[in-house]
């Protein structure tokens, strides 16, 4: 199992990015999918997440702003933030398959997020 992050960087506060999430060796279109974000010192908080249906939910702060999309022909997974803010800065993960232990089975290695103002 695979799942490798791309597309972070270094933007300035309004600026727009987007994240994808490539991903191999699991059944994509069975699972639910995730993007995570943490900083040093805070806990790992979750971004966004993907049903199997395509039904998205957000994190209360990234409403409006960040979009979580799925391609199950491709076995990708993007997250399109827009109108970054300086807190938005963190190392952003991409996950995979809810489990039924409470947690995704399946997690990449992180992308870095820098928002300057």
């Known amino acids: 199992v695979q799942l490798v992050e791309s597309g972070g960087g270094s933007v300035q506060a309004g600026g727009s990015l987007k994240l994808s999430c490539a991903a191999s060796g699991f059944i994509f279109s069975t699972c639910r999918l995730a993007w995570f974000r943490k900083t040093p010192g805070d806990e790992r908080e979750l971004v966004a997440n993907?049903?199997?249906?395509?039904?998205?939910a957000y994190q209360d702060v990234v409403q409006g702003r960040f979009t979580i999309s799925r391609d199950d022909i491709g076995n990708t997974f993007d997250l399109q933030m827009n109108d970054l803010k300086t807190e938005d800065t963190a190392l952003y993960y991409c996950?995979?398959?809810?489990?039924?232990?409470?947690?995704?089975?399946?997690w990449g290695h992180g992308t870095q997020v820098t928002v300057s103002s």
């Open positions: 996950a995979a398959c809810w489990s039924v232990w409470g947690e995704y089975k399946y």
């Open positions: 993907i049903s199997t249906q395509g039904i998205p």
